[in-house]
């Protein structure tokens, strides 16, 4: 009898202990999570005192008229593996070759640790990226390729109006849209510190820090994200991110109004809310407590970010335009 008691209350405390420790982990886990992001701020820093200038979010060769892997090059998180004592990783990336080239595929498919949030779940194995987009010889649809997951994107700006939403896309950015003409409407207002940068488009280059109009630290410049669940047969079905790739969103996101675009990693119900795959590629998302995101700041400081912050101030904290207030940092 006083055995069972025993063991009853060895099992209570078991019980009431369990939660803390998890609780420890997850804070353990998130510390080392903000602390890759307080490296990759650094190495930006880093490339931004060699060139003059941050990294490209990516880079599209020619004119932007298409969006194709064939167009693509490099990109923020490729460019900065040197300051992150991967240089040899970096010496073997081509940079004359398209980003998913058969000479390339080797560096996409490269675990960084640094590039990954030890919260997130399945990021130890390669992912099959399913591809839509035109064989640049054949015509027909690209083989699907395997890349290493990565658990964080750069802020490519806010979103703008109509089908002019987003500096990661070439077209956009060149003013050749096909389906919505965005002549007429001005992007400097939403273009991010990491945006896609287009060859042969002079009046969107990569970003200087005297560019950046509100401050480096009110400015956002990497942030996390991860998503859990995605439609069964969507081709963008293991879109979580990939560090290396960089065609459209895998390695780029944007701020947006909607609370379901930040915090919240579950794709499907983004999709149930927002109705759009698009809007929801390219939110921010994280799996810690209460769903708050860590961000790397232009200025290089981590600041933790609660899914309910005013939606204005988020927003407006992606673009380099001077319309953001100070970033209030949570403890």
């Avoid at 060769?61 to 991967?86: K, M």
């Avoid at 398209?98 to 640094?114: K, T, Y």
């Avoid at 290089?300 to 100070?326: K, Y």
Wanted: hydrophobic share 35%; aromatic share 8%.
């Amino acid at each position: 009898m006083e055995l069972l008691v025993v063991i009853t209350i060895i099992g209570i405390l078991v019980s009431m202990l369990l939660p803390a420790v998890q609780s420890a982990r997850e804070s353990a886990r998130n510390a080392q999570c903000g602390n890759n992001l307080k490296q990759i701020g650094l190495a930006i820093q880093s490339y931004e005192t060699r060139h003059a200038s941050f990294p490209p979010g990516g880079y599209c060769v020619g004119d932007g008229r298409y969006n194709l892997p064939r167009d693509t090059r490099t990109n923020w998180a490729i460019c900065i593996l040197p300051f992150l004592e991967a240089r040899n990783l970096y010496d073997r990336y081509e940079l004359d070759l398209p980003n998913p080239a058969v000479e390339n595929q080797p560096i996409l498919q490269s675990f960084v640790p640094v590039m990954t949030c030890p919260s997130d779940v399945e990021t130890d194995g390669l992912a099959t990226i399913l591809s839509i987009w035109p064989d640049s010889q054949s015509g027909n649809s690209s083989p699907p390729i395997l890349a290493a997951p990565g658990s964080y994107k750069g802020v490519s700006g806010r979103r703008g109006p109509g089908g002019c939403r987003w500096f990661d896309y070439p077209q956009i950015v060149a003013d050749k849209q096909p389906t919505v003409q965005c002549q007429n409407w001005k992007l400097d207002p939403v273009r991010g510190p990491l945006h896609m940068v287009v060859e042969d488009v002079a009046r969107y280059p990569t970003v200087q820090a005297a560019h950046i109009q509100d401050g480096l630290t009110n400015t956002l410049l990497v942030g996390e994200q991860h998503m859990t669940t995605y439609p069964d047969g969507d081709v963008l079905k293991q879109d979580t991110g990939f560090w290396a790739v960089t065609q459209d969103a895998f390695n780029l996101s944007t701020l947006q109004p909607e609370s379901y675009t930040r915090g919240m990693p579950d794709y499907d119900a983004c999709i149930g809310l927002a109705g759009d795959q698009q809007v929801c590629r390219r939110g921010f998302s994280s799996l810690h407590s209460g769903n708050v995101m860590n961000f790397v700041t232009c200025g290089g400081n981590v600041v933790r970010i609660m899914p309910n912050m005013d939606s204005q101030l988020f927003e407006a904290a992606g673009s380099i335009a001077g319309e953001n207030e100070p970033i209030v940092l949570l403890e």
